[in-house]
């Protein structure tokens, strides 16, 4: 089915971009991940990617024209398919805006001057009216970006600048969650902080009033006043006009409030050296964490890459002498209420259309592991490499769908896509949930570079340093348990896949091996199949193929 790509908002202030060049043709092969185009916005040359995979069927705007956001830019879909519809339809709303604008020319031509004369001074009049037009010299308008192709709403997670704060050009302003990870958002603009558009922990629309950065002292309350509030434009949570003109005075005495207490608490300065006289390396949400709950970050031991300290190292952080939580009587009932981040809802609305739109059906081996474990330690004695259980398994799964395509599919309605390509999914555990990042053409990849590349994935994903590319495109996702004792199970197919492994723990138990009892090596694995895809004799045939290679590593080698 032919996507639809429209110009991309690449920078907050983007309105309308240039294509500088295209790097593909009418006719090429677009693998995801391909950079489309070179696009020119507001601030600088950029290279557009393409989420999609396919063939480039359409350009809607040549190189050097220039284009409103969301113009058509490009059709990808199935070689030789029927777009002309899509064609009509993207460009429908620009020609329309053209004869309206022909239309309109042609009717002043006819006014009298009186007539003309009166309209031009409603237009100016109007034009006045919007504040983005009478922005104070020097000021700007920052609003929430979109982070990531699906993002539609952000939260703010923290704020890393406070209103009066001095903010340079490239100073993180605020840590934002999208849809898919948190992400720090850079200051374009060097100036004071104005004011603060979402609070912390607010969500609101992209486009959203963020911020406004402008010389220090200025005055913006006309500004945020004027401020045109589309549906696009209005924060999720930011009370009404009447509400904000009912309450002055409350509000004005809340905030001298807040400034007091701000007053009256103490100064707190992290120390930027370990106790044995190193560099602390830190997030500065984790800074600025560790500084609100007067955590010496000195203390810390941090979980991230290279040893930085990140928010889930503050939050977990265990003084020496620390004390356990107040007991709670018997006969109270409470809760705690965790707010949805957006990746959480995100991973419920994914897992439920999965779970309710596909029917699932799954299919248990119990696998003979006493080979895997020999060969395994066999490579691993070469101090140099060192692979696990789950590189075996992530190895063997991509060889079987080599010979069973039909597992490496996707069902779209109109057809069943089998993909020529393998690209294998690792489910990874993170704090707020589950992410899934990519392995492409794992069946390409030798063991030691799956096991590298699940690490550095892996250890992406938990530092919230993953991109969107690197968690798209799976054909096939493979969930690991057994590191936690689960000795079997079954998963949510992580659509638009057509199947998912589920891999339980290696279990010491009494086997028959040659008619006798002996100790021997077992693991589970469970296939849950998409049944509109995968028949049962299919997900079987990809059982036995699995089977074989994980009970004989050494045919995984030919």
Known sequence: ?????????????????????????????????????????????????????????????????????????????????????????????????????????????????????????????????????????????????????????????????????TVEEGDILAEIETDKATMEFESFYAGTLLKIGIAEGETAKVDALLAVIGPKGTDVSGILEN???????????????????????????????????????????????????????????????????????????????????????????????????????????????????????????????????????????????????????????????????NDMVVKACAMALRKHPQVNSQWTGEATRIAKHIHIGVAVAVDEGLLVPVLKFADQMTFSQIGANVKELAGKARNKKITPQEMEGSTFTVSNLGMFGIKEFTSIINAPNSAILSVGAIVMKPVVKNGAIAIGNTMTVTLACDHRTVDGATGAQFLQTLRQYIENPVTMFV
Do not use: C
């Not at 309105?15 to 790097?23: C, K, Y």
């Not at 920052?142 to 709403?153: F, G, H, Q, V």
């Not at 209005?234 to 309450?247: D, F, G, T, Y």
């Open 227 to 389: 401020y045109k509030k589309g549906p696009s434009k209005k924060s999720a949570s930011k009370p009404s006009e009447k509400e904000e003109a009912s309450q002055p005075s409350s509000e004005a005495k809340k905030t001298s409030e807040t400034t007091e207490k701000k007053t009256e608490k103490p100064v707190q300065t992290q120390p930027t050296t370990s106790q044995d006289g190193g560099r602390i390396f830190a997030s500065p949400l984790a800074k600025k964490m560790a500084e609100e709950k007067g955590i010496n970050l000195s203390r810390v031991r941090g979980s991230g890459e290279n040893g930085r300290i990140i928010k889930s190292d503050i939050e977990n952080y265990q003084p020496a002498t620390g004390g356990a939580e107040a007991y709670t009587p018997v006969g109270e009932e409470r809760f705690e209420e965790i707010k949805n981040s957006q990746m959480r809802k995100t991973i419920a609305k994914r897992l439920g259309e999965s779970k309710f739109t596909a029917p699932h059906y799954y299919l248990t081996i119990e696998l003979d592991m006493d080979h895997a474990i020999a060969a395994r330690a066999a490579i691993n004695s070469n101090p140099e490499v060192k692979i696990s259980f």
């Open 1 to 165: 089915m032919a996507e639809v790509i429209n110009m991309p908002r690449l920078s907050d202030t983007m309105e309308e971009g240039t294509v500088a060049s295209w790097l593909k043709k009418v006719g090429d092969t677009v693998a995801e991940g391909d950079i489309l185009a070179e696009i020119e916005t507001d601030k600088a040359t950029m290279e557009f990617e393409s989420f999609y995979e396919g063939t480039l069927l359409h350009i809607g705007i040549a190189e050097g024209e220039t284009a409103k956001v969301d113009t058509l830019l490009a059709i990808i879909g199935d070689k030789d398919e029927d777009i002309s519809e899509l064609v009509k339809g993207g460009s429908s709303a620009s020609e329309a805006k053209e004869d309206s604008s022909k239309a309109e020319a042609s009717s002043k031509q006819e006014e009298t001057p009186e007539t003309a004369s009166e309209e031009n001074n409603t237009e100016d009049s109007e034009s006045s009216d919007d504040g983005k037009s009478e922005l104070p010299e020097g000021v700007e308008i920052i609003t929430m970006p979109r982070l990531s192709d699906t993002m539609e709403e952000g939260t703010v997670a923290s704020w890393l600048k406070k209103e009066g704060d």
